[in-house]
């Protein structure tokens, strides 16, 4: 019977046991395998071809459904893809993770919305949400911002096609939405080259004026501003602009222009709104900055 990994990543094994050493590579979610003896409690012994190349080994059984009960979004040219949306085990209280919030409440408003903005910055509790919580080294901008754009039903990718998958959909072939496969998980450096090849195509508009930027996010537009790496194997930084209110404004010059724009992030800091003590943008660390505001 032919099953599908439901993991992100399926360690394929020697042998029937969890042991270091044990393990032979990995299956990305969505490799269809033959199932060849199911007879040992918690690991199946299994077959497969990936990449053009055949594979037997045992993986945990927890992680395989018959092809029967599992299905995968297709599209046949290139658009938004998200990763398994409307599962309401997503939720701020849950680990992070590659798939939208499936949250009862999540709030949803139109981009363009001040009121809307700020409501689901709110609902979204960015500084005491497990979902967005650093630790171990690992930040969570890039999924914060996700956040806030799918509330506005701006697409900013959690998830994108990979490179063969573009090829195949520019040809105008039907690709399925596989994990590890046909999609792959943006950081902010990814999201930073993104948003200046993709991002005119789903509404983004470049600027350069941090005043241009703010008075878009006072009118509830999606704004954010995302930094590269010149390290590619650390993180980048993305932050999202929120409005400003009576008592939380963006900094000015003498001649009223905005030169640090209120910012809203998950980070090694976490918080809702504030403007930044210095340029983190500019820094030493970062090869390119860029500002982007979605005009619907």
């Not at 393990?23 to 990305?28: D, F, M, V």
């Not at 996700?146 to 573009?166: F, H, I, S």
């Not at 724009?261 to 943008?281: D, E, H, M, T, Y």
């Amino acid at each position: 019977m032919t099953h599908v990994v439901t993991a992100h990543s399926l360690f394929l094994r020697n042998a029937p046991v969890k042991q270091a050493g044990n393990e032979r590579g990995a299956l990305p979610e969505g490799t269809e395998v033959t199932l060849e003896d199911g007879s040992h409690p918690k690991y199946w012994l299994i077959s497969g071809t990936l990449n053009g190349t055949a594979f037997k080994g045992y993986v945990s059984k927890e992680w395989l459904k018959p092809k029967a009960e599992i299905s995968f979004p297709v599209a046949s040219k290139v658009g938004p893809v998200h990763w398994r949306e409307n599962n309401a085990a997503v939720t701020r209280a849950a680990p992070a993770g590659a798939s939208p919030l499936g949250e009862s409440g999540y709030p949803r408003f139109a981009n363009g919305s001040a009121d809307g903005l700020n409501a689901a910055i709110k609902w979204l509790q960015v500084e005491t949400s497990r979902r967005y919580r650093p630790g171990a080294g690992k930040t969570y901008c890039n999924i914060y911002a996700y956040d806030v754009a799918y509330a506005a039903g701006v697409y900013l990718p959690r998830v994108w096609w990979t490179q063969k998958a573009l090829l195949a959909l520019q040809a105008g072939q039907a690709v399925a939405a596989k994990y590890g496969d046909t999609v792959r998980e943006m950081n902010a450096n990814m999201l930073h080259d993104w948003l200046q090849d993709w991002g005119p195509a789903f509404g983004w508009r470049r600027t350069f004026s941090f005043t241009d930027m703010q008075e878009a996010a006072n009118k509830g537009r999606i704004a954010m501003i995302c930094a590269k790496r010149k390290d590619l194997s650390r993180s980048g930084h993305i932050v999202v602009i929120p409005p400003e209110t009576a008592g939380v404004k963006a900094v000015r010059d003498a001649a009223g222009k905005v030169v640090r724009p209120l910012n809203s992030q998950a980070g090694s800091v976490n918080f809702q709104r504030k403007a930044p003590a210095g340029a983190w943008w500019a820094g030493s660390q970062f090869s390119s900055f860029v500002l982007f505001v979605n005009d619907g």
